[in-house]
Structures are given as structure tokens and as C-alpha cells.
């Protein structure tokens, strides 16, 4: 399995970056694929996820309204929209994906079979 994200970098507050993360590990689709991030001396924490075959989504308080989530053409790709960035998303952005979970289990993060290598976004203000 690789989930590999990419899109992080720099951003003044305000601003907006597109995260994205394609698992190139796989021959079939995967079931839900999502973002957690954790930002220095804190908790890794649930962003969003969705679920690729019908496209349900969900997302945490704190992005609700200023992230989308959204499904690649790609197999097994998806995209991480984030607008409005605020100094608090600075962050490690991960990506992941697993095949059996329900929608009550998408913000856990020990949950989650497969993990990206993280790609960083920083806010400035």
C-alpha cells in the first residue's frame, strides 16, 4: 500500500491550498479515504473523510464550511480543498484510507488501516 499526498507548503492566513492523496497500492477501490492532521505538541486529529463509492463526506467542526472533500478521477484519489486557512491548521496533513470502516468509526484515527506520510502546511498570519 502507498498513499502518498502531496499540495502542503507555505500559506498566509486566509489563503488556500489543495491537498492531495492517491493510493497507487491498490487494484480495487477503496471504501473510505479521508485527512488527519496533527499539529505540534498535539493529538493527531480527524479532518474529513469520504466515501468513494457514493460520496458521503464528513468533516470536523473546526474545517466545516472552509475544507471539501472531494473524489479524484483517479481511482482511489482524493482531494483535500482548504480555504480560509487560519494559523491553527498549520499542521502535518495525513492521508488515509481503509476498506471496512463505518461512518461512526471515520474519525478515529487508530481505525484507519493505512496511513500517507504526511505533507505540512503552514499558516502564517
Known amino acids: 500500500v502507498q498513499l502518498q499526498a502531496s499540495g502542503g507548503g507555505p500559506v498566509q492566513s486566509g489563503g488556500s491550498l489543495r491537498l492531495s492523496c492517491t493510493d497507487s497500492?491498490?487494484?480495487?477501490?477503496?471504501?473510505?479515504m479521508g485527512w488527519f492532521r496533527q499539529a505540534p505538541g498535539k493529538e493527531r486529529e480527524f479532518v474529513a473523510a469520504?466515501?468513494?463509492?457514493?460520496?458521503?463526506?464528513d468533516y470536523a467542526n473546526s474545517v466545516k464550511g472552509r475544507f471539501t472533500i472531494s473524489k479524484g478521477t483517479a481511482k482511489n484519489t482524493v482531494h483535500l480543498q482548504m480555504n480560509s486557512l487560519k494559523p491553527e491548521d498549520t499542521a502535518v496533513y495525513y492521508c488515509?484510507?481503509?476498506?471496512?470502516?463505518?461512518?461512526?468509526?471515520?474519525?478515529?484515527?487508530?481505525?484507519?488501516?493505512?496511513w500517507g506520510q504526511g505533507t505540512l502546511v503552514t499558516v502564517s498570519s
Open positions: 469520504i466515501l468513494l463509492s457514493g460520496g458521503t463526506t
Open positions: 488515509v484510507a481503509d476498506d471496512t470502516l463505518i461512518r461512526s468509526s471515520w474519525s478515529m484515527p487508530t481505525q484507519y488501516k493505512d
Open positions: 497500492g491498490r487494484t480495487f477501490r477503496r471504501k473510505v
